[in-house]
Nanobody, 116 residues
Framework: VQLQASGGGLVQAGGSLRLSCEVN????????MGWYRQAPDNQRDLVAE???????NYADSVKDRFTISRDNAKKTVFLQMSSLKPEDTALYYC???????????WGQGTLVTVSS
């Protein structure tokens, strides 16, 4: 299973970005897909996840600002980020997990930088 994340960049506070993560291999439609982020000197934390049934889970810090979605035909998960804040600056990683695998799979990370 390989994950390719894209869409990061530099944006001003209050702006928007859309991240994408395409999955090659595996069973995408059965996977729980997630976005995590890691700022310098911090641990990697969950931002949002969507399971195979479309159930959603968000970190409190991004609720009402970020939206996760998936396109099973394209084997891609998205993260629409709005009203961005400087504290959203981090490397964003996508994560793939199914009940068939013994481990999660991670994308390479895409950098989001929000300037004040």
């Amino acid at each position: 299973v390989q994950l390719q994340a894209s869409g990061g960049g530099l944006v001003q506070a209050g702006g928007s970005l859309r991240l994408s993560c395409e999955v090659n291999g595996g069973a995408f439609s059965l996977a729980t897909m997630g976005w995590y982020r890691q700022a310098p000197d911090n641990q990697r934390d969950l931002v949002a996840e969507i399971d195979k049934g479309g159930n959603l889970n968000y970190a409190d810090s991004v609720k009402d600002r970020f939206t996760i979605s998936r396109d099973n035909a394209k084997k891609t998960v998205f993260l629409q980020m709005s009203s961005l804040k400087p504290e959203d600056t981090a490397l964003y990683y996508c994560r793939y997990f199914t009940g068939f695998s013994n481990r999660p799979y991670w994308g390479q990370g895409t950098l989001v930088t929000v300037s004040s």
